[in-house]
Structure formats: C-alpha cells, structure tokens
Nanobody, 123 residues
C-alpha cells in the first residue's frame, strides 16, 4: 500500500503562484508514474498533469504553459509548480500514483490517491 500526502495548498490572488508537494510512503519500491488531478465543486475530476518515472510530463490543456510537474525519485516526491493562477484553478488538488513507470492522463489508471489539498484563487 502506498500512502500519498499532499501539501502546499492555500489561498492566493489571481496571477499568483503556489507549489504543491506530494510525498509517497509505504510500498514505494519499483518504478511508478505520478499525476495531479483536481476537482471543483459540482464538477468531475479533471486531469492536470502527469509524469513518468523517467521524467516525461504531460499537461491538461487548461494548465499548459502555466503549471510544471516535476519529481524527485530519491525523495519519493512529486511537485506541481503553479504560476499565473486564475480563479478557475480553484479546486481540491489530488496526487495519484500507479504501478507502472508510464504516464497516463486517465484517473482510472491510478491506484493510489492522496486526501487532497485545497487551492483557492481569488479574483
């Protein structure tokens, strides 16, 4: 069992930046991809970004050019650098991991999820 703990969420003004972190613990041996998803009230969970074990990254269209995903395999941690934040980025952000080194954008392909961290962007 892999346990994921997100941190770094908070309240920020539009145009500001935040950096989310997600630390994995437990059964973290092996090579695994990680991802970030978000869910706003009344909306479905949305793909944000994903990164393979080797560092290949992919982004959702709504965050491309503003968000950057990265990882430190030695620390079992993935990061999400969020810049030029907009009110529509307001959501609970979830970290996820899958037992495969290859990245994917589908939430159903991820087996372990964190509890989420709230990001609120004020206008």
């Amino acid at each position: 069992q892999v346990r994921l703990v997100e941190s770094g969420g908070g309240l920020v003004q539009a145009g500001g930046s935040l950096r989310l972190s997600c630390a994995a613990s437990g059964r973290t041996s092996g090579r695994y991809a990680m991802g970030w998803f978000r869910q706003a009230p009344g909306k479905e969970r949305e793909f944000v970004a994903t990164i393979s074990w080797s560092g290949n990254s992919y982004y959702g269209d709504s965050v491309k050019g503003r968000f950057t995903i990265s990882r430190d395999n030695a620390k079992n941690t993935v990061y999400l650098e969020m810049n030029s934040l907009k009110p529509e980025d307001t959501a609970v952000y979830y970290c996820a991991t899958r037992e495969s080194p290859f990245a994917t954008t589908k939430p159903g392909d991820f087996g372990s999820w964190g509890q989420g961290t709230q990001v609120t962007v004020s206008s």
